[in-house]
């Protein structure tokens, strides 16, 4: 068994806790952690700090699934200590977000970077120290008109969208699927884009 298959692997879902919160467009980490969960036969039915976790296998590859439970813009606390409690190199680390500036249905991983200013990554990056690790940006577009970005982030997705949210949902589940079993170049040529 080669070193990267016997490791664990931590994925990471931004969004907000609470019912309240669960279909906003801040929250599509949280819809994909969900898929995830479903995808390996598991619930997140445990506490770890201040997060959801379960776990499971995908193809065989230990994965450990977190939903931070404290609000988005101080996921970085909880995020920090799952990296720690579990021992996770920053490579086998994977936050998955939303991102305005990529309308729905295109989803873009990539290996390292800045926060593009979305306040979850930035406490992230800030509790870290590093930008050197993996993030799934999923789509969610620009708020129409003149409506603050900070107010359309916390509204539902539309009906209309629904269709197309579960295509992204399922284009990104096959990300991370091809980048924990072929890698993260492969995985970016394969998917970064639009579903379609």
Do not use: Y
């Amino acid at each position: 068994m080669t070193e990267r298959a016997s490791s664990r692997h931590l994925i990471v879902g931004l969004g907000n806790p609470g019912r309240s919160f669960r279909m906003n467009r801040h929250n599509v980490g949280f819809m994909l952690l969900d898929r995830l969960a479903q995808d390996v036969g598991s619930s997140f039915s445990r506490r770890q700090g201040n997060s959801l976790v379960t776990d499971g296998r995908i193809d065989g590859l230990k994965v450990i699934l977190a939903k931070p439970q404290s609000f988005m813009n101080t996921s970085g606390g909880p995020v920090a200590s799952l990296v720690r409690f579990f021992q996770i190199p920053l490579d086998h680390f994977l936050v998955v977000l939303d991102d305005l500036d990529l309308p729905l249905g295109m989803i873009r991983l990539r290996g390292s970077g800045g926060s593009a200013g979305h306040r979850g990554m930035q406490s992230i990056v800030s509790r870290h120290g590093s930008e050197e690790f993996p993030r799934l940006r999923l789509g969610i577009g620009r708020p129409p008109g003149r409506m603050d970005p900070a107010d359309f982030v916390l509204k539902d997705f539309a009906d209309s969208d629904s269709e197309l949210l579960k295509m992204t949902l399922d284009r990104a589940l096959d990300c991370v699927r091809c980048l924990l079993l072929e890698g993260l170049e492969l995985a970016m040529t394969r998917f970064n884009g639009t579903v379609g």
